[in-house]
């Protein structure tokens, strides 16, 4: 039936009066922070299961698993993210580093999923009004039976490791310096104390970490086999620092950084030591003082020796060494001491960039190879080319150069020269300018 006109629009007053009308309101904060985000999606190797995190920018948040064969999906709480530092990071000091986050692993034996978790935000502010200065409240771990999608929780976990392959074996550090070895199959537990530092190989048989402790004599390197009681395997002992172990691409062989040569010394320089994964103990392949290092160069405490993909190199970090402390700077009061920022008009960073680059500057690390079979060691970068890109046998690297152009960067951008450099004699040749 046909309606006049304004018979509709009368209808339609009706409808659409005051009471029926819904206003839309301005989005605040709280509705900002509420927004989730779907972080570190991952599926197992059997296709079967999907884990991911599903967090806000503010609150608490989960994490999730899907079935993907019957569509079924749980959650399970996963705390809420901790604030973005305001310092910048190791790798660019001028940007903060990225927000930690919830990263779930499933194990090789598509049997449990693992997961780091945060305190729920209510705890966390709980903590900062009754004790300001206090640290907030401890992190920690949930693992996921898959066969029954339940949930086991720790805490006060710094850090975990499951191997790539080898089955159900589990890895967590505790902040006490406990190093828990779990086999989750048989819920079987192995604590290994005054732990620093620890790594899985790939294959899950061999579990290698670092003590630091009281006593001097147990420090170390040591080595064991999931599910062996024996005792722990000594790479290499005794009093001194063991830092920055990894291992090759076919996880034959480890290396890692110790002073245990010079502990005697008032200022122990560090050395390079290989461990083959069947032999013992572990042998320096680059000593404090070998040659190849230049004169005012040490080892450098804050880069990771990294093999070739052929294994047939090892690329290890130096620094320039550190200076003697003045002896009458010791004797000053802290009133008698005079603290302040220096400027000059043909500083390459201005100020405040210097301020933030400090740092990273500090624990800037150059780059040199050393051919495992000569034993020789040649140094590839230095400051006046820092940057270097290895290919993978360790024969050639590419080299940017910015020094000639950081005045520009606060008023035209960054800009850089481009070298190749022969990993074999440190010789460099200019590509491109610019």
Known sequence: MHRPPLLALILLLACTGPGSATVPRALSHADLDAWRTITSPLASRDGRWLAYAYMPVEGDGDIRLRDLISGR??????????RVPMTGSEADPERPPPRRNVHPVFTSDNRYLVANTFPPLAATHETRRARPAAEPPPEGLVIIDLATCTATRFEGVKSFQV???????????????????????????????????????????????TVSGDDPAINGVYAITPGEHTAPLALATGPGRYRKFSWDRTQTRAAFLTDRDEATRPEPRLAVYVWPRDAHPAAPVLAATAAGLPAETVISPDATPAFSYDGNKLFIGTAPAPS???????ALTDEERVTADLWRWNDDFIQPLQKVRAEKERQRAYAGALDLASGRFVQLADPTLSMLTLNDDGSKAFGLDDLPYRRRIDYDGIYQDLYLVDAATGARKLLARE
């Open 73 to 82: 999906e749980w959650s399970f709480p996963a705390g809420a993210l901790p």
């Open 163 to 209: 191997p790539a392959r080898g089955g159900a074996w589990l890895a967590y550090l505790r902040p006490s310096g406990d190093l828990v070895l779990r086999d989750l199959a048989s819920g079987k537990v192995r604590i290994l104390p005054n732990v620093s530092d620890y790594a899985f190989a790939r294959d899950g048989r061999t579990l290698a970490f």
């Open 324 to 330: 003697a402390p003045d002896p009458r700077l010791a």
